[in-house]
């Protein structure tokens, strides 16, 4: 979500110079933005987030005396007083887990979340998901009138394209190109189970027997799923080398022979566009919002479904014209998006709900 709004403001830096921005972050050396004459970038409060949000950031805003705030990340202030916009991601915080999550991260952002998300809603001016997916979802469960509702598509970064400069970049993580990408973890959503019980199905029958390259999944983890599914003998075949750096990530995706996306549900997915904007043929899900970003051509399989998964992974193995159809599939449906059209809907919305403000004002 941090990554999203960045994205955003780097745009909105680039194409308004009329009005005045205040971006209230943490205290940090990790700084991204620089400030602009009309974009001013504040430091406030401390690390930790609930405190952040519910104390130091009402605070500000009183202080500054502004017009509207814009939340980004799904949680607000109950305690707001000035028009309130918020960007809802997806409302997965609120559907029942099937498994718990590992994370004490993830779980302590999961209750937060289940606990302000309700309480805030009616008070927002604006609503921003990013799919019609989430839209549809979000309305139907929350009882949320629609006209409340605004979906604004995210985009994914320029330099994700097919490389055309031999670059090696991919070697500090894995020996040899034409391996399988997943970025799996330990939320119950990104279906990492059954990903890795499809990925031995297709090693028993691949002549080519491609490696797995996973980022930054826990060793204990994957140990116990390999384990409980009988299926130890394809740990020689992982490669697990921890964090994979962000501008990496383009040589990574290039130089995959195929990238699995197999969640179980997500609201956008920008890794999706990422792999096909390079031209990497993708193996995604049949199911919530990853159809509408894929594209009516994608490869789309049910996620629950191990065997289906791996038979799409050896048809691009063995079927070269469609594996070519795929990368060119890929590579167009990408240009469909893009920062700048987020950022300039985003724009649009700013006004309209500016001027909504000064004629309730009247």
């Known amino acids: 979500m941090d990554y999203v709004v960045l994205e955003e403001i780097k745009e909105l830096q ?6 005045e921005y205040f971006v209230f972050v943490a205290p940090g050396e990790d700084r991204c933005l620089r400030d602009t004459r009309n974009v001013h970038i504040i430091e406030i409060g401390n690390g930790f987030y609930p405190a952040w949000e519910q104390l130091a950031l009402p605070r500000a805003i009183k202080e500054l005396n502004l017009d509207m705030l814009h939340c980004t990340s799904n949680t607000a202030p109950l305690r ?4 309130l916009i918020l960007t809802l991601h997806d409302i997965i915080f609120l559907e029942s887990r099937d498994k718990a999550n590992h994370s004490f991260y993830q779980n302590l952002g999961w209750l937060y979340r289940r606990l302000v998300v309700p309480r805030i809603l ?3 001016k604006r609503i921003i998901t990013v799919s019609d997916f989430e839209l549809n979802n979000i309305v139907s469960k929350l009882s949320i009138p629609r006209e409340q509702m605004t979906m604004i598509y995210n985009g994914y970064n320029e330099w994700f394209k097919p490389s055309v400069v031999e670059e090696f970049t991919y070697q500090k993580y894995i020996s040899d190109a034409g391996y399988f990408f997943f970025l799996g973890n330990t939320d119950p959503k990104k279906n990492t189970e059954r990903t890795l019980i499809a990925y031995s199905k297709y090693l028993e029958k691949s002549d080519v027997k491609r490696k797995l390259l996973m980022a930054d ?30 501008s990496d990530l383009p040589n990574i995706y290039n130089n995959a022979f195929a990238f699995l996306y197999t969640s179980l549900r997500e609201s956008f997915g920008i ?9 990497t043929p993708v193996v995604t899900s049949n199911t919530s919002s990853m159809p509408e970003i894929g594209g009516p051509y994608a490869i789309l399989v049910n996620p629950e479904d191990p065997d ?6 050896l048809k691009l193995e063995t079927d070269d014209d469609f594996y070519r159809q795929q990368e060119k599939i890929g ?32």
């Open 14 to 19: 680039k194409m308004d110079t009329r009005n």
């Open 80 to 83: 707001c007083k000035i028009p």
């Open 122 to 124: 009616k008070k927002c």
């Open 217 to 246: 999944l826990d060793r204990q983890y994957l140990n116990d799923i390999l384990m409980r599914n009988g299926i130890e003998h394809i740990r020689k075949m992982i490669v697990m080398p921890g964090y994979i750096v962000n």
């Open 271 to 279: 890794p999706l566009l990422e792999a096909m904007a390079c031209g």
């Open 308 to 313: 289906e998964i791996a038979k799409m992974m």
């Open 331 to 362: 590579i167009d449906r990408a240009k469909l998006f893009s920062w700048k059209q987020t950022a300039e809907q985003l724009l649009e919305l700013y006004v309209e709900v500016y001027q909504e403000i000064g004629r309730s004002s009247k």
